[in-house]
């Protein structure tokens, strides 16, 4: 089993930008985040297709964040500009183990997470 590890949360304000990183320990097919919000639903934020180069951006965060691949180093990286408070949630990776995975964002292997708070 693949094991994920997150790094780069934190506290900013509104307006400023952080970088996420999660280093996956063996290879994955893809590799994307989720965020959960206090009382909300886990929501999809980006994903990393690395079998067929293409990524995926919600429309949350369109414009706003870009995802990354360093193969290298199989660590993925999210980079976070013009935060909004209602960007504040738990930041968790993800990793696909098949293509068909991937394509359903089902069973996919969860990293523990790591804090994002945007304050106004």
């Known amino acids: 089993q693949v094991r994920l590890v997150e790094s780069g949360g934190g506290a900013v304000q509104a307006g400023g930008s952080l970088r996420l990183s999660c280093t996956a320990s063996?290879?994955?097919?893809?590799m994307g985040w989720f965020r959960q919000a206090p009382g909300k639903e886990h929501e999809r934020v980006a994903t990393?297709?690395?079998?067929?180069?293409?990524?995926y951006l919600g429309d949350s965060v369109k414009g706003r964040f870009t995802i990354s691949m360093d193969n290298s180093k199989n660590t993925l990286y999210l980079q976070m500009n013009s935060l909004k408070p209602e960007d504040t949630a738990m930041y968790y990776c993800?990793?696909?183990?098949?293509?068909?995975?991937?394509?359903?964002?089902?069973?996919?292997?969860w990293g523990q997470g790591t804090q994002v708070t945007v304050s106004s």
């Open positions: 990393f297709y690395g079998y067929i180069s293409t990524t």
């Open positions: 063996g290879y994955t097919y893809c």
């Open positions: 993800t990793a696909g183990g098949s293509p068909s995975i991937c394509s359903s964002q089902a069973s996919l292997i």
